[in-house]
C-alpha cells in the first residue's frame, strides 16, 4: 500500500483583525468562582446582588488591541494512484503514481490555499472550488493560489 502525500502549512497575512471577545467576560474574583462543595443557596436578592457586584467589571473590561497579522493553517491529503502524474509545489514529480484529485491534486498548493482561505475567514479549498464544478476538471492548483489571493486585500 502506497503512502498518500500529505503537506500542512501556515499562512500569516499582515492585516488587521480584531481580538474582540464575541462575548465580554471579565475576570471573576475566587469567591465567584463555582464550587464543588455543598453549600446553601443564596437567595434571589443575594444572587442579583452579587451579580450587580461584578456587572461593572464585565462592561469596563478595555477592548483588546487588534493584531496586525492574521494567521491561517492548511492541511490536504490526496491517495496515490497508479498513472497518474505526482504535482507537489506545482512541479511535476517523475514517479509511477500520482494523486487522485478532481483537479491536479497538488497537496502543496491545496495545503496553503487552504491557509490563506482560513487566514481570510472563507471556507475551505473544497467549498470555493468544489469537486462538482467542472471549471476546476483538471485544473492546475495555480489558479486556486491566485484565486485565494486575489481574495485578500494585498
Ligand atoms: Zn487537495
Redesign the pocket.
Known sequence: MATAPYASSLFLASSPISTAPRIRAGPCPPSAQPSLRLRPRPSPAAAAAVQAEHQPALTAAPKPPALPFRVGHGF???RLEPDLPLIIGGINIPHDRG?E?H?D???LL?CVVDAILGALGLPD?GQIFPDSDPRWKGADSSVFMREAVSFSSF
Open positions: 490536504d491529503l490526496h494523486c484529485a483537479s491534486g497538488d497537496v491545496h479549498i
